[in-house]
C-alpha cells in the first residue's frame, strides 16, 4: 500500500482534477506496478506534465521509494499536435505541476529533472525499477528513452509505456527496439499503455513476443484511421471502430 492514500479510489480523487491523457485503467495500472514495488526502488517517469501520472506513482511506491520526474516543461510535445516549443506553456506547466503535486501531498517525495530525457540520464543514479515513459512521442526521442532509459531497468523490473501502438513514433520505437528484444517481454497493454518485463527472453518465448507484439499493429491501423479520420473532421467515420468522442485514443 502507498504512501499518501490507503486505496486506489483515494489516488483517483487526488486526479481527478489534474489534466492529462491517462485513463483511469490506465491509472490502476501504474498503481498496481508501483504498489508492488520492493522498498528502495528507484521510478524515474519520462514525461510529466502536469503531475497526472506522477501523482498515482508517488502515492503507490514504497515510502523509501526514490522517485524522479523528467519534463523539460519548455512547452513542446506536451499533447496532441503541440510539438514545438512555447516558453509560455512549459512555465505554466511548470507551475501547475508543483501546485499539484502539493496539492497532492507528494511534492516532498519527487526530484524534478528539469530537462530534455536526452539531456537527463546523467541526473539519474543507480538502477532503475519502474520505468515510466511519457516523453516526446517522435521516433528518435521515444527511441532514446526505451533504449537508454529501459537499459537501466533492473532484472523483473517494469517499463511501461504509454502511446505504444497508438503515435506513429512512439510504434516505430518500439519495432525497432523491443519487438525482437531478448530482454523485454511483451506483457500487454491497458489501451495505449503497454507493459514490458527485464528479463532474459529465449527459444519459443522470443517468437511469441514478436507474434504478441505484432497482433498489437492491428490496433495500431484503427488508431491511426481514427486519428486521420479526427483531424480531417469526418467523425461518423471513427464510429466505425466504436470511437464515440474527439479525443485521440489513448
Ligand atoms: C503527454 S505529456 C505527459 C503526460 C503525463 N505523463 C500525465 O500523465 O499527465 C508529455 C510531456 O513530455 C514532456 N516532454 C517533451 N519533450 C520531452 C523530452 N525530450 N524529455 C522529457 N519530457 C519531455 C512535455 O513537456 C510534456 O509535459
Redesign the pocket.
Known amino acids: 500500500m502507498g504512501v499518501c492514500a490507503s486505496t486506489f479510489a483515494d489516488v483517483l480523487t487526488k486526479i481527478v482534477d489534474v489534466e492529462?491523457?491517462?485513463s483511469k485503467e490506465q491509472a490502476r495500472c501504474l498503481y498496481n506496478r508501483a504498489v508492488a514495488l520492493p522498498q528502495g526502488s528507484q521510478v524515474v517517469e519520462?514525461?510529466?506534465?502536469?503531475g497526472?501520472?506522477l501523482i498515482v506513482l508517488a502515492c503507490a511506491a514504497p515510502e523509501d521509494a526514490q522517485l524522479v520526474a523528467?519534463?523539460?516543461?519548455?512547452g513542446?510535445?506536451?499533447?496532441p499536435k503541440e510539438i514545438r516549443s512555447n516558453q509560455k506553456l512549459?512555465d505554466a506547466?511548470n507551475r501547475v505541476f508543483k501546485a499539484n503535486l502539493d496539492r497532492a501531498g507528494v511534492a516532498h517525495r519527487v526530484t524534478h529533472i528539469r530537462k530534455?530525457?536526452?539531456e537527463a540520464s546523467g541526473d539519474v543514479n543507480g538502477d532503475i525499477n519502474l520505468l515510466y515513459i511519457?516523453?516526446?512521442h517522435r521516433y528518435r526521442?521515444a527511441r532514446n528513452d526505451i533504449v537508454r532509459y529501459g537499459n537501466r531497468v533492473v532484472t523483473n523490473g517494469t517499463m511501461l509505456v504509454?502511446d505504444a501502438f497508438s503515435s506513429i513514433g512512439v510504434t516505430g520505437a518500439l519495432l525497432t527496439s523491443t519487438f525482437t528484444s531478448r530482454r523485454w517481454l511483451y506483457q500487454g497493454r491497458c489501451g495505449s499503455l503497454a507493459q514490458y518485463r527485464r528479463q532474459p527472453v529465449r527459444g519459443s518465448a522470443a517468437l511469441t513476443n514478436v507474434f504478441q507484439q505484432t497482433l498489437q499493429l492491428g490496433w495500431f491501423l484503427r488508431n491511426i484511421f481514427i486519428k486521420t479520420a479526427l483531424t480531417l473532421k469526418l467523425y461518423p467515420l471513427t464510429r466505425i471502430f466504436g470511437h464515440t468522442t474527439r479525443d485521440w485514443p489513448y
Not at 513542446?76 to 499533447?79: A, F, L, T, V, Y
Open positions: 492529462g491523457w491517462l519520462i514525461g510529466s506534465f502536469r497526472r501520472s523528467i519534463d523539460p516543461h519548455a513542446n510535445d506536451r499533447g512549459g506547466d530534455m530525457s536526452t511519457d516523453g516526446a526521442t504509454h
